[in-house]
Structure formats: C-alpha cells, structure tokens
C-alpha cells in the first residue's frame, strides 16, 4: 500500500514538473537565471529603426561578470565609447580619458544624458527576465518564445529614449504596440529581440517610433572582464 502510494506520489511530481517545463513563462524564467548563473558572458546589442537606421548610438558590445561589473563598448555619433559600471557606480572613456559617471552627470547635454542611460541599463540576463513579466502571454512555436508586451510596458519603453527638460511636461504616448522573441541554446537564453512601436509627443514635436532591438549572447563561461587600474580608480 505504501509503495503503490510512493510511486503514485512520484508520478504526481514528475507530471507536475513536466507541466511547468512545457509553460512557456517558466521556460523564459529557467532560461534567463541559467543565463545569470554563468560566471560571464558577452552580448551584441543592435538596434534597428523603421527607415534601416541604427539611430545614434551604435551596436553595443557587451562584457558581464557574476561579481557586477559590466562593460560596454560603442559609438555616440560616430564618437567611441567605452565603459565600466557596477550597479550606479561606473566610468566612461571618450574622448577625454576615462571620468567618473558623478563628474560626466555634472555636465549638460549628451554627456549627461548617456550617464542617466547608463544608470538605468540592465545586462541581458536580468533585462530580459524584467521583459518578460511585461509580456500578456509568451507562446511557443518552432523553438522560439513570443508574446505582445502590455500596452504600459510598451509606454515605458518608449519613454525611456524619449528627451525631456527639466520643467516639460512628460511626453505623450499613442498608438503604442510591441512584441518580443525569445531563443534558447542548451536551457540558457542566447537571444531575444524586441519591437516597440508608437506616437510620442513631446511639446510639439510627434515622433513616430517603429524599433527593433535584438540581443545575441555568446561566449557564456569564457569571457574576460578586467578593468583597467585607470578606470577602476574613477569608478564613482
């Protein structure tokens, strides 16, 4: 009797755990803590607009380490970029030597603005878990996860790129929409790819948005992050 007990316990567990594999959520959940559970990685970050354009900043190559420090590697308006960051603490070479983000977030303009982005950036694994709770439903097909984000999600991404003054009004949103993809290699995530489009309104000016952004991870566990002595003294 115990015995016929203990399997059916077993067959009960076992029917549970398939379940929860084959929901899509839960796959994307186990793909993205795999994924940061790695000691490192490296990620490309690509951004695509509506007219084929990249927009002003270009592709972002990546570098993340278990212990926090990130780095990041791209061009602002064809001016190369690196940078160093753990958590809000971080430095950034241009084309002065490296800064710390409190001395570069002193300033005006671009300088200060990309400071604020950088603040606010996620590494992929903890970005995508993030995008996938905002997601209604996640649906798989021929290997790939994908569902519609919420409209506030969708808002929220398309205000996180949007300018704004000290003393405007927030912008305005219409129309908005997006989507997101998933793929996975081996149970770690190795790609996502998201689509935003809508209207926003900022004073008068309409800025119509239509953005695919795609990330692609690759050397999971062999990556190198070492910051250099320099950049590691400006860390602030």
Do not use: C
């Not at 002065?96 to 001395?103: A, K, V």
């Not at 950088?118 to 209604?136: D, H, I, M």
């Amino acid at each position: 009797m115990k015995r016929a007990l203990i399997i059916e316990i077993i067959g009960l567990l076992a029917h549970t755990l398939s379940a929860a594999e084959s929901n899509p959520q839960e796959k994307v959940a186990t793909a993205t803590k795999q994924l940061g559970d790695k000691l490192n990685y490296s990620w490309t970050t690509s951004t695509k607009e509506a007219d084929g354009s990249q927009g002003r900043m270009g592709p972002i190559e990546g570098k993340a380490a278990k212990d926090g420090v990130t780095y990041l590697s791209f061009t602002i308006s064809e001016v190369p970029v690196e940078v160093y960051m753990n958590g809000q603490k971080g430095t950034a070479k241009a084309l002065e030597g490296w800064q710390s983000f409190d001395d570069i977030s002193q300033t005006s303009g671009t300088a200060a603005a990309i400071v604020r982005y950088l603040r606010s950036y996620k590494a992929p694994a903890a970005e995508s878990a993030g995008l996938a709770t905002k997601v209604n439903e996640l649906k798989e097909a021929d290997g790939v996860l994908a569902g519609e984000f919420k409209e506030e999600a969708v808002k929220e991404l398309l205000l996180r790129g949007a300018r704004r003054r000290d003393g405007d009004e927030a912008p305005k949103i219409a129309d908005a929409k997006g989507s997101i993809k998933f793929w996975m290699k081996d149970g770690a995530l190795n790609k996502y790819e998201s689509n935003i489009q809508g209207k926003v309104t900022a004073g008068d000016r309409d800025t119509d948005v239509n953005r695919t952004i795609t990330v692609e991870i690759k050397d999971a566990g062999t990556t190198k992050v070492e910051v250099p002595a320099e950049a590691k003294e400006k860390m602030t």
